[in-house]
């Protein structure tokens, strides 16, 4: 699942009224370097909500890096981490994104935003882990890097 793709979900458990922007717990999280579109990424950036997604990037960074480090401490062959810390490492820190959206003419001018908005936007999957509404703490989980949004009947 892509952090653009999380951009757009949320929780439609019955009686939430709060169901975005879901938290995410990553454990497993791939980095697929790919070029970077400035156009694309004009397109998309407009659309989105942005604190939602620094708050994700955010999230997804800090939790695959908690998961690698815990997986690389256990020893454990069956650990089904596969996130290397090399990959996040890749990642600029979320403290260098910037704070505002940027306008249309940054995100065009400057290859250093464009480089670390398009890293979180489309070069980051998260593979497995769980997405978590705030209001109700329901949890959804993330497989082959698909999100189970599917409510049991007593949520509808």
């Known amino acids: 699942m892509r952090l653009l793709t999380h951009n757009f979900l949320q929780s439609n458990v019955k009686g939430t009224t709060k169901g975005y922007p879901l938290r995410i717990e990553a454990k497993e999280v791939v980095i697929e370097d790919s070029p970077v579109d400035a156009e694309l990424l004009v397109k998309m950036i407009s659309r989105m909500k942005y604190d939602a997604l620094v708050q994700a990037y955010d999230q997804v960074i800090t939790t695959a890096a908690a998961a690698t480090a815990a997986a690389d401490t256990a020893k454990n062959d069956g650990d089904s981490s596969k996130t290397s810390a090399e990959q996040i490492k890749q990642l600029a820190p979320a403290a260098s994104m910037p704070k505002e959206p940027p306008t249309q003419e940054t995100l065009q001018n400057d290859a250093t935003i464009q480089k670390i908005l398009y890293d979180a936007l489309f070069n980051v999957h998260v593979i497995t882990g769980q997405l ?19 409510l049991h009947e007593d949520e509808l």
Do not use: E, L, V
């Open 132 to 150: 978590i509404c705030p209001d109700t703490g329901r949890k959804f989980p993330i497989k082959q890097g698909i999100p189970n949004m599917i």
